[in-house]
């Protein structure tokens, strides 16, 4: 296993350091992408507190140690590997290292994995990050500089290679239950077409046909998380996209159905592992 200080002398060996825009804490998002969230970010210590998100997180570290607790181990990825956090599983970020970590990383719905999957259960990578050369590769063309802009259909088809490469890489599941893929996805579009409204399980239950609980069980499986967080993270992201367009958080947190600004930050701390301030602090540090 490797230890900090050898990780620290195998970067110093094999990887050269990215030039950074000075040292301090930034984030920059790349507003081309159409089917994702794709960010470069730099971090000098700690990165953000314990949180989950009901996306995939996958990346690559592309200078120094970036350290993460998850599912109760302590992962370190250095260049040459590929971080993959699965939906709604907690983990944090921090610094291995006095250098820092630089990264990139995309955060991708399950649901785009489904429709190339079909309605199996979503692959999972034990400890949160791999060595497959497999999925290093069908990463590569999401995660390049984000001063490259994505062509629409080169995304979809990077997508596409991703997913079969997540499947690879993870394995057959064990104990596979049968799960209604139509039903689930009529409740997940039920749920985008309501995103600032009240939705109730009797609705999706009416909508679906298919019996509550059941149907709940099916989308934790096909996309990683409950409806009702399902719905809560499509609101925080439609607060991101007002709030760096310049809208206030106020009024962002009303517009995306959200009680008050204070409900919205509590949402957002836990989904992103910071409060909106920071994040908003560290977008406007890339520029």
Do not use: K
């Not at 507190?49 to 109760?72: E, K, N």
């Not at 983990?91 to 820092?100: F, K, N, P, Q, V």
């Amino acid at each position: 296993m490797w230890t900090i200080r050898a990780i620290s002398i195998r970067i110093a060996m094999d990887s050269t350091e990215a030039e950074l825009p000075g040292r301090r804490d930034w984030v920059r998002r790349d507003a081309g992408a159409q089917r994702m969230e794709r960010i470069e970010a730099y971090f000098g210590g700690h990165g953000y507190d314990m949180h989950r998100h009901d996306t995939y997180a996958i990346g690559r570290t592309l200078s120094g140690v970036q350290s993460f607790s998850y599912r109760r181990s302590t992962t370190h990825s250095t260049p040459g590997s590929t971080i993959v956090l699965h939906p709604d599983e907690p983990h944090d970020g921090h610094a291995g290292t006095d250098a820092g970590f630089h990264y990139r990383m995309i955060y991708i719905e399950p649901s785009l994995i489904q429709r190339v999957i079909g309605g199996r259960p979503l692959p999972f990578i034990a400890g949160g990050r791999s060595d497959d050369r497999r999925l290093f590769a069908a990463s590569e063309t999401l995660l390049r500089a984000m001063d490259r802009t994505l062509d629409p259909l080169e995304e979809e088809d990077a997508i596409f290679d991703l997913a079969h490469a997540l499947a690879a890489t993870a394995g057959a599941p064990r104990g596979r239950q049968a799960v209604d893929y139509r039903a689930a996805e009529v409740a997940r579009t039920l749920l985008l077409d309501n995103i600032a409204q009240p939705v109730t399980l009797d609705e999706l239950e009416r909508a679906s046909g298919r019996d509550r609980w059941a149907l709940s069980r099916d989308f934790r499986a096909l996309y990683g998380t409950s409806p009702h967080r399902y719905l809560v993270m499509r609101r925080l992201d439609m607060v991101r996209r007002l709030a760096a367009a310049g809208q206030s958080l106020a009024d962002a947190a009303a517009w995306a159905g959200f009680t008050d600004q204070s409900h919205m930050t509590r949402h957002f701390t836990r989904a992103f592992g910071h409060a909106p301030g920071r994040w908003l602090r560290t977008l406007r540090g890339a520029t």
